[in-house]
Structure formats: structure tokens, C-alpha cells
């Protein structure tokens, strides 16, 4: 699918999913969901911790080297009689996706979830050509069928409930019974299984993301926990693989030191249901998989990020767990953030890859609390990179000039973390006591684009950072 | 220029390299003949017994169910009572795995035993793991005439047959094992990790047994 890229209208966006009740409901999940999860899953293994620097290293160990184990992957995938493709722009991706599809005169394409893929808008595209592609993630299928944009990287239709999805299938399935019973998740689940079972045998090529690419080998592999993507990927006579550049990892024992990071960080499980390494197209003596296996290796200016203070984001595994963790996209949500990617990755990421100029204040879409960071398996240091990227946005002149001047005085007090405690406490306390009479201000100084239109509350007593670390010791206590 | 001339040269502009250094062709080399290990969870040391009851745990907390046998020879007997338990008709398909065939399945007079991929078609396959990882209960499958990928996804129910002799503590000892079996580099078509039944969590972060994969997973332990 191809929507229109809306992070230029992130307050809007943000001011409609304030009011959506159904979606508050959702976000309110995550905090007893994904993030109590991943805790209990971090806290089950001692070495979780060390495994995280561990993953750290190998990314910016590969990413230092990533032309040699490039080369070196293509290689081996070309040894195992499979296809090699590179991609400089999203165009030329789904260029090569289609000129595939054509040779093997394909009507319908299966999907696995990939984020590259919608990064691309490789659906539209396959639909504009008399290509039918069916997404075989359940997350994925629900939202193909909407014609919406994903909500998040791992569950992608954290903003539904099932009312609105039973409406979708019931408007969709239309051959069914109309007097069919599918108002349980269950009585979804086995509808979408029937249906997408008669896609999964008759597609001509499957494609499927990549979640690593092992140089050792020329493998490709996939995470999944429903079996989608290797359904997609074994019965077509084709498989395509959609991955980016900074996939690739040295070995075998690399991506295991990655893997026991991913699934932990994403869903708090030990280990995704299954993970699959795929090594070029079937052999001789097999009886089943593809007869042909391509990996389009996407750039899509990930290469000038490596040259400049964005390149620690090359390391991102796309697990979620910043976004889960982020109070802004608990409260608003990812289709605010008005593309692909959201929460704190898709708030560094955007920006690179759809330009400043549309994406430059998602960055200011943050509490600057540094959760996301605390959670990242790579260790990302997202709020630092997100400060690049008002600095960028403050030097393009790209603010109106009076958030600039108080930008600057805000970025010198938030370089110094110590100081900028220090000064909001003490104008914290300031604030509450010349309003404790009232509990409200009609009027500040300063701030008088503020109180014009409504009261300031009163502050009570206690900044977000204080607040934040009391509830982190609260938090660690057993 | 090429695409792949375009997007190399690129990512060598930023990294400042040309490409023809020494040094971090050495290094890369290295890294790749070495392959050295990283951090490996303790957990997944102990003795073999220990192995297998920490597979066991792990697996069943991903609603997988496991059966241990005394021998191969339990395993017709074994599939059957599975069948049957789960009401299903009294058929099964394998691949040509030769511990699979040679398994007593004449002792099991009702049950139709039948050899191949799967087409969609079957309700119940049986596997024959290459080995396992105790560190997460997983199992591992490689693809071939003697356990066709398909039989893992398409069927309803899976059944996978485990040497408790091959759980390993951690992924790490299976790359090795599969290193000297197929040669340096040089990986089998599909390995397969499979840690439990399909599942998913799509519809309001509802947890659901059987996404499209298998809705059942049985483990049939081989501990003689
Ligand atoms: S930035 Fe870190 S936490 Fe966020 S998706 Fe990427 S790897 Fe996960």
C-alpha cells in the first residue's frame, strides 16, 4: 500500500488520537503487555544484560566493515545458485520486485511481514501492475484489507479491536455465510487461516522480509511466531526476499547472540516461534521449496547515514521495544508519527530516509526521558540522536524563530542533564509556590501564548525526571 | 555505474575506505574463520539429563507436549495414541528419513502411514529433528527428502521425533555440528527452528494457539 506520508501533520495527528477512545484503550495495554513481558524475560536471564553489549558490538563491529561483508555475503549466496540484487532508491526495489514477478508471469504474490516492504510501498505498486499481493501476517492481512498503514512494527493493528475487525472480514469475506459467528479473536483467527490457506497454495512467488543476512553463509532468515512467512516462502516456485542494507551480520554465532536479544526486547518471549535460515533456492534431492531464491539488498540512503552522527540507528533490529516503552506513543499512538516507522526509532529513523524537511520535528515528539534507550538491545542512544536532529532542524531555520531562541537555551541545560535537573526543580518549586493559593495561573510571564487561551496548571512540586526516578525505584524494588 | 557499484562506493565514501585495505580485510576474514562465540547462557550447561529437562520446561511453556520413549520402537504406538487422543483419523505422512522408516509401523495395524512433501492435504506429519537447544526448547529441523519443510507448516498437527542424545545446551554447539556435516560456509537449503506450536497475538494483544502454521506440536523423546 502507498499512503500519503502525513509526519508533517504530527500535532493533528497527535490531537485526533488523544481523542480516540478505542486506541487509548489499546496503548493502555502495552504497559501490562510488551513491556511487563520483556522485563520478566530480561530478568530470566542473567546474561541478558552483557548480551545486549554483545549486539551492540557485532552491529557497529559489521557496520564498520559492511562493504566487505556485502561482498562477501553475495558471494556465498551466488555459490548456493541464488540471485543477488541491489537497490539504490525504493523505485529500483520495486522495480526489480516487478520485473521478477513478470519472468515468472505471476498473478498473486504471498507476503510475510516485512518493514522494508511497506518502507517501499511495494503493494500499490504490485496492484497498479495486475499483480495481486496478499499480506499472510495476520496483523498485516487486517491492515492490507483496511488499506492503512501499520501502528507498529510488531503488531501492527494494536489500534483495532475486534468489533471493527470482524466489520473488515465481513465486508471482505464476501462468499462466506453471513450468518457466520466471528465475534471472538479465536473465530478471526480460524476465518483468516481458511481464507489466506487458499492463497498460500496458489501464489506464484512469495515474499518475505529478512531480519538478518549471515555473511558465512548467504543466508537470509525470518522470525515469526504464525508460520506466515514460511508458508510464503517454501510453496511458491519463487522466493523474494526484501532486506536492507545493514542486515548483514559475520556469522552464524552473531545472529544467535542477536536473536537471543530480539525476540526478548520484542514480545518478551525466550524465542520466537520460529526462526528460519534460508540458503539459496531448493537443492537437487529436495522435495519442496522455491525453484529460484533473490535477495534485493535495499539502500534508500542508509549509506550516508553511516557517515555521519545517525549511524548508531543502522543498528536498530526492529524489535519495538522503544516504542512500547515511549510515553509520547503510548499516548498518541503510531499512526501519528505519519509514515512507516514510528515511536523513538521511527522518530530518528524518518527523518533520514524521507527528508528533514517532513520529518525534522518528529524528534520534538519526546520527553527526552531516555526509556527507549534504557530498553534498546543495541543500546541506541535515541534521545541523543533525537537532539541531532532539533539541532538540524534549529540550524535549516526550519522553526519559527522564537522556539529557536528558547531551543537554545533549552539544548544548553538538556546537554547538561545535571543543570537541567537542577534548574526545572527549582522553577518547579518556583511555580508551585507563587500558584499554591489557586492551583492555577491565568497568567506567566513568558508564557503568555499559553495562558491566552487556558490556565497553566499549577505544577506539583515534582519534575518529570524526578517523578520518572522515583518510579524506576519503585519500580526495581521486589 | 551499476547499483551495486553505486550502493558499495557509497557505503565506502562514508566509512572512508576504499575496500582494498589490509587490515580490515584481514580482519573481516578472521572474524569469519573464527567465529568466535559471544555470551552463552549458563543455563543451558548440565548433563544430559539436565538438558533434557530443561528442553522439556522451556517447550511446554510454549505449549508444545512431550512424550519420552524408551526406543524407537515406541514410535508407531506412540503416534497413534497421539491420533487418537486428538481425535484425528488414523493417518500420518513422513519424509524418507531412514530412522523414521525404519520404526515398527506394522505393529500399528490401523494406522496409514504415507511417504512425501505435503500438499495442504494432510492433517498429521512426523519429523525427525536434526537435534535440539535446551537453552530455549527449540527444536532443530533441516530440509531435505528426508524431512520436507512442508511437513513442518502445512499439516494441522505436527509430530517431531528427538534423540535425547542431540539436545544440545545452546545454539551455538548445533552451528558447529552442522559445520562439520555440510563443510565450511555451506548451509542446508531451510534449518528450521521450531520452538513450540504456531501462534499469534494480533487481535487486541490476545495470545492464540494456532496462527497458520500447526495448531499442536507433540515431541516424541528418544531416550534410550
Ligand atoms: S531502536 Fe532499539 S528498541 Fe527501538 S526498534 Fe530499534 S532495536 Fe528496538
Redesign the pocket.
Known sequence: MSHPIKSPQFKENAHEALQDAQLQKALGKIETGAVARRRSAAEHLPEFERLRDSARDIKNHTLAHLDLYLEQYEKRVNEQGGHVHWAVTAEDMRQIVLDICKKANARIVTKGKSMIGEEVALNDFLEKNNIVPVETDLGEYIIQIRNEAPSH?IFPVLHLNKEEIEEDFRRVHTNLPVGRNIKEPAELLAEARTVLREKFLAADVGITGANFLVAETGTSLIVTNEGNGDLTQTLPKVHIVLASIEKVVPTLEDVSQMLRVLAR??TGQEISIYTTFSTGPRRKEDVDGPGEYHVILLDNGRSAMLAGQFRD?L?????????N?CPVYGAVGGHAYGWVYP???GA?LTPSLIGVDKAGHLPNASTFCGR?EE??????P?PKMMRHWREREFERHLSPATVRSGLKVWSFFALRPTLYGFFAGLGMNLLASLGRTKGRFRWLPLAGGWTRYRDFPVPQGETFQSRWKNRQRAEKKP | MSARDTVLGSIRRSLGASGNETMRGQTVDDRLARHPKGIIPKRGEGSKAERLALFKTMIEQAFATVSILKSSDEIPSAVAAHLRSKNLPMEIRRGEDARLANAPWQNEKTLSVTTGPSDGKQLAAISHAYGAVAETGTLVLVSGPENPTTLSFLPEHHIVVLDAGEIEGNYEAVWDRIREKYGRGIMPRTVNWISGPSRTADIEQVLLQGAHGPRTLHVLVIDK
Open positions: 512494527i526486547s520484542a540507528m543498528r536498530c533490529i526492529r524489535c519495538g521495544a522503544c516504542m516503552h515511536g523513538p526509532m530518528v527507549c530498553v534498546c538491545p543495541v543500546r541506541i535515541l
